[in-house]
């Protein structure tokens, strides 16, 4: 069985610029949710998706990020403009519904320069 | 969430058994203890979970006391790829939604030397 797939694997951007981050969840898992480390804190949970909608929000920083997920398979979260404190490990997870075991994905290394 | 408190590093030897505490005193009823690994350049790794007592499976043992304010993760005759980060993190289950948002610590940073 495929794991939690990530795209892509580094990205470098300038501040300014829109980056759009990749998840694809297990097959079969309705939940979804993103993290983030940036340099040097730790993991903060971002948001989480029950299939297409949004269950929990509350660890979205701010305006610039926007994440989606129709169709309630694959999901994007996209910065847009982005900002130097933006740069981290971004991660996505997902879970099946009746097990609360998340598994992770292997992040997106985000450099905004 | 609970919030929990474990080591910042550990070093251990090939070949023997490692514990890890974690303390998590405000616990409340419904939240289970989940621990995780994390290589470098990696996502979080499940490794066990535990609501009391002890719990075992073929990567460790999870020891939890009556009054759940702590739990100790044990890795019997650790080799050098268990050198990793692992992470304690308490939160109860959303019915229907799966686990809530994962709420992670600083994790023990496990250095195994040969």
């Known amino acids: 069985e495929a794991g939690v797939t990530q795209f892509p694997s580094h990205s470098v951007i300038e501040k300014g610029q829109t980056v759009t981050l990749r998840c694809d969840p297990i097959s079969g898992h309705d939940n979804l949710y993103w993290y983030r480390r940036v340099m040097g804190k730790e993991i903060k949970f971002l948001l989480h998706f029950v299939k297409e909608s949004k269950q929990d929000e509350s660890g979205m920083p701010n305006n610039r990020f926007l994440a989606e997920r129709t169709g309630g398979t694959y999901s994007t979260l996209k910065v847009q403009p982005a900002e130097l404190e933006d740069s981290g490990v971004y991660f996505c997870a997902s879970s099946h519904p009746s097990v609360d075991t998340q598994y992770f994905g292997p992040g997106t290394r985000l450099t905004v320069l | 969430l609970a919030k929990t408190t474990q080591p910042i590093s550990m070093d251990s030897y090939e070949g023997q058994e490692v514990n890890i505490t974690c303390s998590h005193n405000?616990?409340?009823?419904?939240?289970?203890i989940t621990w995780y690994q994390q290589f470098p350049s990696q996502g979080p790794r499940f490794i066990i979970q535990g609501y009391k007592t002890k719990v075992t499976n073929e990567v460790a043992s999870l020891f939890i006391p009556a009054d759940r304010k702590s739990s100790t993760l044990s890795l019997p005759r650790v080799s050098l790829s268990d050198t990793a980060v692992y992470y304690c993190?308490?939160?109860?289950?959303?019915?229907?939604?799966?686990?809530?948002?994962?709420?992670f610590g600083t994790g023990t940073r496990l250095l195994v030397s040969p």
């Open positions: 405000n616990i409340a009823t419904n939240d289970y």
């Open positions: 993190l308490v939160g109860g289950r959303g019915v229907n939604t799966g686990f809530q948002k994962l709420v």
